[in-house]
């Protein structure tokens, strides 16, 4: 068997030798697993809030420990001073978002860093001040462009134009993205757009509708909170103007983690409207406390307050573990895994006639992640809660849509399995 395996079994035994076959399957014991009982659950919502490594503990100690031993000296002293931490986690997010390390700031978290570069990248002129989004956007990003329009003022009704679903279909036509870019062209400022969303579990092909974007003389920025961790990114080489996301769902930093930005390398040495604080001010004279904003020439001058090396710490704690399993293993194996549970999913569905259950996330696996989404009609909510009793850790939605997410680094394929026969189970026992 390699990596490229398509063919499946629907038996517990095939399930156990894929997981003796996996290369990455060390990586599992380091990460603390939820319990359930006195067993392990089955955690299938990385991609809402990734698991622990192991190591997390043990950075953050040695932070407290430098505060302990050094005051406010520790951003100067000790075996990692906090002043030069933040270059440890750029090499790492290099490779996985496929960027410059100049290109990447660690700092914030998403909502916020949203509204930094949209301050910098959204700048309504005359009519051109139209956004361009997908319809059903993560709420917060949604509030996020209300409010953007507002501070311009300018009437969100108006001003934001979302591409949704044709009738009767669950995802969003590509073709659809670049007539939508093609018929506003003179009006639109800016497409902001979800890389994965969160709901359906679409991965879009971000490379030619950045050129559409460009091509109607817009920018573009791209929320990857799905996308970050989950499958290998090239925010450079697709030319984005920015991106952003968080480090809390496929890069398990923690609750809260600090999150990231990408700012492509041709604004770095422009004047460029930001929002300005310190922490983004010319390294080698910040103390001095001049007035008057001279930016670190690179992403790292949109920073604007003084980061915590606790929430670098925990970061750095689950880069490293990317770092050594490396995204390209990570990849293929999710291939695997969410391949492996569509297929148990197909099976279920021809025990039964009448198709119980409707996965909403594309079939063909370069668009999509590791996420599955379903819509099981009347019965979402009872079977959620059967899984739950049962251990399993999955997320509910209205109306009846059920998200999982199997992770190459810490899920197994009988996991997978598992899953698929209690839902097969709780399909056949639960009545709606
Ligand atoms: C998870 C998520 C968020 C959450 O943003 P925070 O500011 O980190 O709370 C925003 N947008 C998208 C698309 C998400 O998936």
Known sequence: MTATTTHFENSWEFARQLDQEDELKYFRERFKIPSHGHEHATY????????????????????????????????FMGADPWLEYHDKLTGPLTEIVGAKSSEIVVMNQLTVNLHLLMSSFYRPVGKKNKILCEAKAFPSDQYMLESQCRIHGLDPESTIIEV?????????????????????????????????????????????????????????????????????????????????????????????AIGAAFIHERYHNRVVNRMAGWWGYRKETRFKMEKGFIPVNSAEGWQLSTPSPILYASHLAALEIFEEAGMEKLRSKSVRLTGFLQ????????????????????????????????LVPGKGRKIYDSLMREGIFVDWREPDVIRLAPVPLYNRFDEVWRFAKELEEALNSVTR
């Open 343 to 374: 297929f148990l999913l197909d099976e279920i569905n021809r025990k039964i006639p009448d198709e119980r259950i409707r996965v909403l996330t594309p079939r063909e696996i370069e668009w999509k992640g590791c996420q599955l989404s379903m």
């Open 164 to 256: 949704s679903p044709r009738k009767g279909e669950d995802l969003i036509r590509m073709e659809d993205i670049l007539q939508k870019i093609e018929d506003h062209k003179d009006e639109l400022a800016i497409v902001l757009w979800g890389g994965l969303n969160y709901y359906t579990g679409q991965y879009f092909d971000i490379a030619p509708i950045s050129k559409a974007a460009h091509k109607a003389d817009a920018l573009i920025g791209v929320d990857f909170a799905h996308g970050a961790g989950n499958l290998p990114l090239q925010l450079h080489d697709w030319d984005l103007d920015f991106a952003c996301w968080c480090s809390y769902k496929y890069l398990n930093s923690g609750p809260g």
């Open 44 to 75: 299938f919502l990385g991609n809402s809030l990734g698991l622990q490594p192991r190591s997390t503990e043990l950075y953050i100690s040695r932070i407290l420990e430098d505060w302990e031993r050094y005051g406010v000296e520790a951003f």
